[in-house]
Protein backbone atom coordinates (compact mmCIF):
# COMPACT_ATOMS: atom_id res chain seq x y z
CA UNK A 1 0.00 0.00 0.00
CA UNK A 2 1.25 3.72 -1.05
CA UNK A 3 2.11 6.10 1.79
CA UNK A 4 0.17 9.33 1.73
CA UNK A 5 1.35 11.86 -1.00
CA UNK A 6 4.18 14.00 0.53
CA UNK A 7 5.14 17.36 -0.39
CA UNK A 8 6.46 17.34 -4.14
CA UNK A 9 10.07 17.03 -5.15
CA UNK A 10 9.23 18.43 -8.10
CA UNK A 11 7.74 22.17 -7.85
CA UNK A 12 6.83 24.39 -11.08
CA UNK A 13 9.42 27.00 -12.18
CA UNK A 14 8.46 30.72 -10.87
CA UNK A 15 6.96 31.63 -14.38
CA UNK A 16 4.41 28.91 -14.94
CA UNK A 17 3.34 29.01 -10.86
CA UNK A 18 2.63 32.79 -11.71
CA UNK A 19 0.98 32.19 -15.20
CA UNK A 20 -2.52 33.44 -13.90
CA UNK A 21 -0.72 36.87 -12.49
CA UNK A 22 -1.37 39.76 -14.49
CA UNK A 23 0.48 42.34 -11.83
CA UNK A 24 2.42 41.29 -9.22
CA UNK A 25 2.53 43.65 -5.60
CA UNK A 26 5.45 45.46 -5.26
CA UNK A 27 7.44 43.25 -2.88
CA UNK A 28 6.97 39.08 -3.56
CA UNK A 29 8.76 37.40 -1.61
CA UNK A 30 12.64 37.23 -2.09
CA UNK A 31 12.11 39.32 -4.90
CA UNK A 32 11.85 42.78 -5.17
CA UNK A 33 9.52 43.74 -7.89
CA UNK A 34 8.72 47.25 -8.90
CA UNK A 35 5.62 47.61 -11.41
CA UNK A 36 6.68 44.08 -12.64
CA UNK A 37 4.31 42.10 -14.96
CA UNK A 38 4.26 38.43 -15.66
CA UNK A 39 5.86 39.73 -19.42
CA UNK A 40 8.80 41.15 -17.42
CA UNK A 41 9.57 37.96 -15.25
CA UNK A 42 9.06 36.05 -18.91
CA UNK A 43 11.99 37.96 -20.56
CA UNK A 44 13.63 37.44 -23.83
CA UNK A 45 14.68 35.01 -25.94
CA UNK A 46 18.75 33.95 -26.04
CA UNK A 47 20.26 35.59 -28.77
CA UNK A 48 21.39 32.48 -30.21
CA UNK A 49 21.54 33.99 -33.98
CA UNK A 50 23.02 37.28 -33.39
CA UNK A 51 26.94 37.30 -34.47
CA UNK A 52 28.01 37.55 -30.78
CA UNK A 53 26.42 34.53 -29.73
CA UNK A 54 26.14 32.12 -32.69
CA UNK A 55 30.21 32.51 -33.29
CA UNK A 56 30.86 30.96 -29.74
CA UNK A 57 30.58 27.87 -30.28
CA UNK A 58 31.23 26.72 -26.81
CA UNK A 59 28.41 28.63 -25.03
CA UNK A 60 26.23 27.38 -27.90
CA UNK A 61 27.00 23.97 -27.16
CA UNK A 62 25.99 24.69 -22.99
CA UNK A 63 22.88 26.63 -23.92
CA UNK A 64 21.83 23.48 -26.30
CA UNK A 65 22.52 21.13 -23.13
CA UNK A 66 20.86 23.13 -20.58
CA UNK A 67 17.46 23.65 -23.19
CA UNK A 68 17.44 19.82 -23.22
CA UNK A 69 17.60 18.73 -19.36
CA UNK A 70 14.94 21.93 -19.31
CA UNK A 71 12.87 19.60 -21.65
CA UNK A 72 13.51 16.47 -19.84
CA UNK A 73 12.91 17.61 -16.14
CA UNK A 74 9.42 19.42 -17.29
CA UNK A 75 8.63 15.68 -19.03
CA UNK A 76 9.88 14.36 -15.30
CA UNK A 77 7.17 16.95 -13.80
CA UNK A 78 4.67 15.11 -15.42
CA UNK A 79 5.97 12.04 -14.99
CA UNK A 80 5.81 12.59 -11.41
CA UNK A 81 2.61 14.14 -10.88
CA UNK A 82 1.00 11.39 -12.77
CA UNK A 83 2.81 8.60 -10.29
CA UNK A 84 1.35 10.96 -6.96
CA UNK A 85 -2.09 10.75 -9.12
CA UNK A 86 -1.83 6.61 -8.90
CA UNK A 87 -0.74 6.79 -5.89
CA UNK A 88 -3.74 8.71 -4.37
CA UNK A 89 -5.97 6.83 -6.26
CA UNK A 90 -4.79 3.62 -4.66
CA UNK A 91 -5.20 4.87 -1.33
CA UNK A 92 -8.37 6.42 -1.49
CA UNK A 93 -10.18 3.24 -3.84
CA UNK A 94 -11.13 5.66 -6.45
CA UNK A 95 -10.02 3.70 -9.53
CA UNK A 96 -13.80 2.26 -9.21
CA UNK A 97 -15.31 5.66 -9.78
CA UNK A 98 -14.18 4.92 -13.59
CA UNK A 99 -15.96 1.81 -13.72
CA UNK A 100 -15.08 -1.23 -15.97
CA UNK A 101 -12.33 1.57 -17.64
CA UNK A 102 -10.64 1.52 -14.79
CA UNK A 103 -8.72 -1.38 -15.13
CA UNK A 104 -6.86 -0.15 -18.14
CA UNK A 105 -7.28 4.42 -17.54
CA UNK A 106 -4.42 3.54 -15.01
CA UNK A 107 -1.66 1.66 -16.96
CA UNK A 108 -2.53 4.07 -19.84
CA UNK A 109 -1.28 6.99 -17.69
CA UNK A 110 1.51 4.78 -16.35
CA UNK A 111 2.63 3.61 -19.54
CA UNK A 112 3.46 7.18 -20.12
CA UNK A 113 5.24 7.72 -17.00
CA UNK A 114 7.73 5.15 -17.80
CA UNK A 115 8.15 6.20 -21.60
CA UNK A 116 9.15 9.48 -19.96
CA UNK A 117 10.93 8.26 -17.27
CA UNK A 118 12.96 6.39 -19.66
CA UNK A 119 13.59 8.71 -22.53
CA UNK A 120 16.26 10.06 -21.62
CA UNK A 121 18.56 7.40 -21.08
CA UNK A 122 17.38 5.56 -24.50
CA UNK A 123 19.82 7.26 -27.51
CA UNK A 124 18.19 9.83 -29.30
CA UNK A 125 19.86 11.96 -32.61
CA UNK A 126 20.49 15.37 -32.12
CA UNK A 127 19.82 15.44 -28.11
CA UNK A 128 21.74 15.27 -24.45
CA UNK A 129 20.73 12.16 -22.91
CA UNK A 130 21.90 10.62 -19.23
CA UNK A 131 22.79 6.91 -20.59
CA UNK A 132 25.44 5.58 -18.92
CA UNK A 133 25.20 8.25 -16.26
CA UNK A 134 22.86 6.27 -13.45
CA UNK A 135 25.56 5.94 -11.17
CA UNK A 136 26.64 9.33 -11.11
CA UNK A 137 23.36 10.04 -10.74
CA UNK A 138 22.63 8.31 -7.38
CA UNK A 139 24.75 5.23 -6.26
CA UNK A 140 21.53 4.50 -3.89
CA UNK A 141 21.42 0.27 -4.24
CA UNK A 142 16.83 0.47 -4.76
CA UNK A 143 17.28 3.30 -7.01
CA UNK A 144 19.33 1.76 -9.31
CA UNK A 145 17.55 -1.49 -8.92
CA UNK A 146 14.62 0.42 -9.49
CA UNK A 147 16.04 1.94 -12.64
CA UNK A 148 16.92 -1.41 -14.52
CA UNK A 149 13.70 -3.06 -13.76
CA UNK A 150 11.79 -0.15 -15.37
CA UNK A 151 14.03 -0.02 -18.05
CA UNK A 152 13.56 -3.30 -18.61
CA UNK A 153 10.12 -2.29 -18.90
CA UNK A 154 10.22 0.12 -20.88
CA UNK A 155 12.75 -1.65 -23.48
CA UNK A 156 10.72 -5.29 -23.69
CA UNK A 157 7.38 -4.34 -22.84
CA UNK A 158 6.08 -0.67 -23.21
CA UNK A 159 8.03 -0.10 -26.42
CA UNK A 160 8.42 -3.34 -27.66
CA UNK A 161 6.50 -7.06 -27.46
CA UNK A 162 8.74 -9.48 -25.66
CA UNK A 163 7.25 -9.77 -22.30
CA UNK A 164 4.62 -12.52 -21.75
CA UNK A 165 2.48 -9.72 -20.18
CA UNK A 166 -0.89 -9.60 -21.48
CA UNK A 167 -0.74 -12.15 -24.12
CA UNK A 168 -3.94 -13.34 -25.81
CA UNK A 169 -5.58 -16.45 -25.30
CA UNK A 170 -8.13 -17.96 -28.64
CA UNK A 171 -10.79 -19.31 -27.63
CA UNK A 172 -12.95 -21.57 -29.64
CA UNK A 173 -17.14 -21.11 -29.68
CA UNK A 174 -18.75 -24.35 -29.73
CA UNK A 175 -21.54 -25.29 -32.25
CA UNK A 176 -21.92 -21.55 -32.78
CA UNK A 177 -23.30 -20.01 -35.04
CA UNK A 178 -25.49 -23.44 -35.10
CA UNK A 179 -24.85 -26.62 -34.02
CA UNK A 180 -21.80 -28.48 -35.48
CA UNK A 181 -20.01 -25.57 -36.33
CA UNK A 182 -17.64 -23.40 -34.59
CA UNK A 183 -16.19 -19.98 -34.67
CA UNK A 184 -12.83 -18.61 -33.04
CA UNK A 185 -13.13 -15.77 -30.40
CA UNK A 186 -10.37 -12.83 -31.16
CA UNK A 187 -10.84 -10.50 -29.13
CA UNK A 188 -11.09 -10.20 -25.70
CA UNK A 189 -9.79 -12.91 -23.48
CA UNK A 190 -6.82 -11.72 -22.94
CA UNK A 191 -4.62 -12.52 -19.52
CA UNK A 192 -4.35 -8.50 -18.56
CA UNK A 193 -2.10 -7.60 -15.81
CA UNK A 194 -2.72 -4.94 -13.82
CA UNK A 195 0.27 -3.02 -13.83
CA UNK A 196 0.01 -0.07 -11.76
CA UNK A 197 -0.74 -1.98 -8.83
CA UNK A 198 2.63 -4.60 -9.51
CA UNK A 199 4.58 -1.94 -10.35
CA UNK A 200 5.93 0.26 -6.51
CA UNK A 201 5.33 3.57 -7.18
CA UNK A 202 6.22 4.51 -3.87
CA UNK A 203 9.83 3.73 -5.12
CA UNK A 204 9.07 5.26 -8.95
CA UNK A 205 8.20 8.58 -7.80
CA UNK A 206 11.28 8.25 -5.51
CA UNK A 207 13.22 7.54 -8.76
CA UNK A 208 11.67 10.45 -10.53
CA UNK A 209 12.78 12.24 -7.97
CA UNK A 210 16.00 11.57 -7.52
CA UNK A 211 16.96 11.88 -11.63
CA UNK A 212 15.11 15.31 -11.31
CA UNK A 213 17.37 16.76 -8.36
CA UNK A 214 20.73 15.81 -10.92
CA UNK A 215 18.85 17.52 -13.87
CA UNK A 216 18.35 20.48 -11.23
CA UNK A 217 21.74 20.49 -10.14
CA UNK A 218 22.68 20.20 -13.85
CA UNK A 219 20.52 23.09 -14.95
CA UNK A 220 22.28 25.09 -12.07
CA UNK A 221 25.39 24.82 -13.08
CA UNK A 222 25.15 25.08 -17.04
CA UNK A 223 23.09 28.34 -15.59
CA UNK A 224 26.22 29.42 -13.77
CA UNK A 225 28.83 28.56 -16.25
CA UNK A 226 26.57 30.51 -19.25
CA UNK A 227 26.58 33.53 -17.44
CA UNK A 228 30.01 33.34 -15.95
CA UNK A 229 31.32 32.72 -19.42
CA UNK A 230 29.92 36.32 -21.41
CA UNK A 231 32.09 38.06 -23.23
CA UNK A 232 31.86 41.72 -22.79
CA UNK A 233 30.08 42.75 -25.71
CA UNK A 234 27.84 39.70 -25.07
CA UNK A 235 26.93 41.36 -21.67
CA UNK A 236 26.28 44.57 -23.14
CA UNK A 237 24.26 43.71 -25.49
CA UNK A 238 21.84 41.73 -23.24
CA UNK A 239 22.12 44.71 -20.44
CA UNK A 240 22.13 47.76 -22.90
CA UNK A 241 19.52 46.34 -25.80
CA UNK A 242 16.13 47.57 -25.40
CA UNK A 243 13.15 44.13 -24.45
CA UNK A 244 11.21 44.68 -26.64
CA UNK A 245 13.81 44.87 -29.46
CA UNK A 246 15.21 41.83 -27.91
CA UNK A 247 11.38 40.13 -27.85
CA UNK A 248 11.32 40.52 -31.42
CA UNK A 249 14.64 40.01 -32.74
CA UNK A 250 14.66 36.41 -31.54
CA UNK A 251 11.69 35.40 -31.64
CA UNK A 252 12.26 32.21 -33.07
CA UNK A 253 15.93 31.81 -31.85
CA UNK A 254 16.38 28.51 -30.77
CA UNK A 255 12.72 27.41 -30.81
CA UNK A 256 12.08 25.15 -33.87
CA UNK A 257 9.84 23.11 -32.29
CA UNK A 258 7.12 25.44 -33.00
CA UNK A 259 8.35 26.77 -36.65
CA UNK A 260 8.79 23.11 -37.65
CA UNK A 261 8.22 20.47 -34.57
CA UNK A 262 8.88 17.22 -37.03
CA UNK A 263 12.08 18.31 -37.99
CA UNK A 264 14.59 15.91 -36.75
CA UNK A 265 16.99 17.56 -34.33
CA UNK A 266 20.18 15.64 -35.85
CA UNK A 267 18.78 17.05 -38.85
CA UNK A 268 18.45 20.65 -37.44
CA UNK A 269 22.20 20.57 -35.92
CA UNK A 270 23.74 19.15 -39.66
CA UNK A 271 22.30 22.38 -41.36
CA UNK A 272 23.52 24.48 -38.99
CA UNK A 273 26.52 23.48 -39.37
CA UNK A 274 26.61 24.03 -43.10
Not at 161 to 172: A, D, F, P
Not at 179 to 196: C, F, H, R
Request: glycine residues 4%.
Amino acid sequence: MASPRTVPCITLPLIQALAFVTNLPTNFGFISVQKMTIFDLAGFPFPLKHPDFSSDAELIKKVGVLGTYVEILREYRDAYEIVEKLREAELEDKMSNFGMLSIRIPDILLSYSILQYAKPFVESKGSTNLIGKEKSISEDKEFLKFHIFVMKLRHKFYAHRELNINRHQLHVLQNFPEKNKIDLITDGQSKVMLMYRTIELVQFSRNICIVADHLTNQINGLKKAVLSNLTGKQREYLIDTDIDVLRTAHIDDGNMGMTIPFQSRAEKESENET
